[in-house]
């Protein structure tokens, strides 16, 4: 997987947050409510055309990456992974995972 370091400030299309950038990797979502846009084919490329809302349905742990959101796309269905970041609304991690949608 070729990453791209994409990281940008942006208003949230689901809560309208203005989301900071991240400034260690690309900001893939919002921090507030967690929900992201389907724009990356691989990590920070904004090459995806969907551009479909992520919906964040699950929490995982992965042994290597740690806290990961799962995510199914609103307009195609696209199952998604992202890794949490450190500034995310723990509360929000919260009501994911007791809370499978």
Known sequence: MNFKKNDQ???????GCNVEKLN???RDH?????????????PGDRLNECKGVLKPIE???DSKKGCIIVYKCLKCGAIIRNKMAEDDNYEEILKISAHKN
Do not use: A, P, T
Request: contains cysteine; charged residues 10%.
């Open 9 to 15: 400030s942006f208003k949230c299309v689901n809560c």
């Open 59 to 61: 929490i995982m742990q």
């Open 24 to 26: 260690y990797s690309s």
């Open 30 to 42: 919002c921090n507030f409510c967690l929900y992201g846009l389907h724009v990356d084919i691989m």
